[in-house]
């Protein structure tokens, strides 16, 4: 581990905490990491020329993922397992649509290794769609998210009153 890792894990600890909140955006981050390890390995320059806007678009959402994560960890901090209680359930949802985010881009990873094992793809093969309709379903967890951290932000601040 070099100093600049060593300084991304401090950074993270201190932002994201070590709870469900970080877990979140770690596993999106994994996800991520992977989607983007098949693309390296695709076989025709064309066929990552076709994918590299759908790998775009869920890296231009992992900043999005993080600010959600540092905003829940601020409003209800989590060092273990447990969800943080809230009496509207905002906490258990958030968590839920950050996890099903974390788990679709997963699915994008494997809909590109399908696609990669299944040979050479035109701009409008199945299997460029089937990752295309991931990345989108990705978006809708990621926009869900953003509405419930306005919602436990809302909340908080009426429970300040």
């Not at 693309?39 to 806007?53: F, G």
């Not at 809230?86 to 950050?98: F, H, P, V």
């Not at 089937?130 to 978006?139: C, G, I, M, Q, Y």
Request: proline share 3%; glycine share 6%; charged share 30%.
């Amino acid at each position: 581990m070099g100093i600049k890792d060593y300084l991304q894990k401090r950074r993270d600890e201190a932002e994201l905490g070590h709870g469900i909140w970080r877990r979140n955006h770690d596993r999106f981050v994994r996800g991520l990491d992977r989607f983007h390890q098949i693309l390296e390995r695709m076989p025709s320059a064309d066929m990552i020329d076709v994918m590299v806007p759908a790998a775009n678009s869920l890296a231009d959402l992992l900043p999005r993922v993080r600010a959600i994560a540092e905003e829940a960890q601020q409003l209800a901090p989590s060092d273990g397992t447990d969800i943080p209680y809230s009496t509207q359930g905002t906490y258990s949802d958030l968590n839920r649509a950050l996890s099903k985010a974390g788990n679709s881009v997963a699915l994008c990873a494997e809909a590109l290794a399908m696609l990669r094992c299944s040979g050479e793809c035109a701009a409008a093969c199945t299997g460029k769609i089937s990752v295309e309709r991931r990345v989108a379903t990705v978006e809708e967890h990621i926009v869900r998210a953003e509405e419930l951290i306005v919602q436990a932000r809302e909340e908080a601040a009426q429970k300040a009153f």
